[in-house]
């Protein structure tokens, strides 16, 4: 869970970071797109290094959610009866969390791929054409509002993830403050405001 969640940490922030060049015009984003098929030649064929790395991340995917599938069996096998007071209980609230935000994050990135890689979902999808894929398709503001939500809900996700990643990884709470909450909010806060960015740039004209 740990480890496909450090790679798909990964991806989420490089992602957000590509995704400024949104601010920088149609001319530098377009060339980022086109850069990350032209990856890798002439040893590899276009498009070739993106379909490693694409082969890469979608494995983290499926040992992500197997795991989860798996732990939350675990789980539920090891607490059959449940807890009293649940809502009190930190670990079941972050678990909880986890799990929905999961399947929200799992929904928006199948709609997101046919809106914005695939663009059957897209009013206006001019293949190569990036800028305008991502203006065109935020102008729409319930669109904007989607992205939004599923935008906080992988904001959630990510703070109690990387909360948990410490657990995992056998780092303790130190006396005195928990700086891994700490960094955990970091970690989230920069993903999710740059990613909330896009939409709101397009709807207030800051962008298009
Ligand atoms: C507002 C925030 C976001 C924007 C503006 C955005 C924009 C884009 C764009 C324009 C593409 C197509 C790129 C291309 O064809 O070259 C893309 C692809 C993709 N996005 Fe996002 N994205 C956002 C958030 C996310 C999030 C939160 C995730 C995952 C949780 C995600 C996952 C993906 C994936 C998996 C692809 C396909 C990459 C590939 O294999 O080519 N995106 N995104």
Same mark, same amino acid.
């Given at each position: 869970m740990a480890v496909s969640g450090i790679a798909l940490f990964g $991806? @989420? +922030?490089? &992602?957000?970071?590509?995704?400024?060049?949104?601010?920088?015009?149609?001319?530098?984003?377009?060339?980022?797109?086109?850069w990350l098929r032209e990856m890798g030649s002439p040893a590899l064929p276009h498009s070739g290094a993106l379909w490693l790395?694409?082969?890469?991340?979608?494995?983290?995917?499926?040992?992500?959610?197997?795991?989860?599938?798996?732990l939350?069996?675990?789980?539920?096998?090891?607490?059959?009866?449940g807890y009293k007071r649940r809502a009190t209980i930190q670990a079941t609230?972050?678990?909880r969390t986890l799990r929905w935000?999961?399947?929200?994050?799992?929904? $928006? @990135? +199948?709609? &997101?791929?046919?809106?914005l890689t695939f663009g059957?979902?897209?009013?206006?999808?001019?293949?190569?054409?990036?800028y305008n894929n991502v203006v065109v398709g935020f102008s729409v503001w319930w669109v904007s509002a989607l992205y939004m939500v599923a935008n906080l809900a992988l904001g959630l996700h990510l703070y109690h993830g990387v909360w948990s990643l410490f657990q995992t990884l056998g780092v303790a709470a130190p006396r005195g403050g928990d700086w891994r909450r700490g960094i955990a909010a970091a970690f989230a806060?920069?993903?999710?405001?740059g990613n909330l960015s896009f939409p709101i740039a397009v709807l207030t004209g800051l962008v298009g």
């Open positions: $991806f @989420v +922030l490089t &992602h957000m970071l590509g995704n400024l060049k949104l601010y920088q015009g149609a001319e530098k984003l377009n060339a980022y797109a086109e790395l694409r082969a890469g991340l979608i494995v983290a995917v499926v040992v992500h959610i197997v795991c989860a599938y798996q939350t069996r675990i789980n539920q096998k090891a607490r059959p009866v609230y972050a678990s935000g999961g399947v929200i994050i799992l929904l $928006f @990135v +199948l709609y &997101h791929l046919g809106h059957q979902l897209h009013p206006d999808f001019v293949a190569g054409d990036v806060f920069v993903v999710t405001v």
